[in-house]
């Protein structure tokens, strides 16, 4: 449908508004929802043939000492080093495939390990599961969630407002891009802390008792 009379800003937007927002929530559920059928179809094999979850990692678990210092900086690279890799990929033509393919691939992730635990342990897995994750990922959640629509911005901003015209990138502040950025990185910095020094606790005081 051709749009005509009306005003150059606003026809600026309703460009800008074909591509605005990402499904993130549908592509983590589709994901989810793939992850559940990969380990229905394949629960002859993925359960019994890997170490997911089962009872003699659970027991390695419990009674093993957890150096917080040491975890903490393994979380501080696996998260940090992720969150950084969306953003600059973000950056590039590949921008938007990458955020839409994060979060289709943490919600196959999810559905995996969230069928594993029930087919191992029935309910008490989702339990398992739920300790396994708390209280970090009431962190990490929503920190993936405004890492991938600020990649989503910064992707339209460079490659789509810049081919309308240069007025229409008026909403592009490189100093607020970064600080928004810094104060992403800051909420997975406080779940790797949260990961590494309060999540152990809860997990192997859940162990003692599972």
Known sequence: ????????????KVKLSKIERLPI???????????IIMVRLGKDFLPNNTRI?????????????????????YCLKQRLGTALCIAILSTTYLGLVVCGGIALWYGVCGGVLLSVAVTRYSLKGILLLSVGLLPQFL?????FVLLLRWGER????????KRIKNEARENFL???????????????????VLESYVNPYFLQGLLKIF
């Open 174 to 192: 490189l100093p607020r891009c970064i600080l928004q950025l810094l104060g992403i990185l800051a909420l997975f910095l406080l779940g790797c």
């Open 154 to 161: 910064v992707f339209q901003w460079i490659y789509v407002q």
């Open 25 to 35: 929530a549908a592509l983590f559920m589709a994901g989810l929802f793939a992850g």
């Open 1 to 12: 449908m051709r749009l005509k009379g009306l005003p150059t800003h606003l026809m600026q």
């Open 53 to 73: 979850l089962d009872e003699n990692t659970l027991y390695d678990m419990k009674y093993m000492t957890v150096d917080s210092g040491v975890l903490f900086y």
């Open 139 to 143: 962190i990490y959640i929503p920190a």
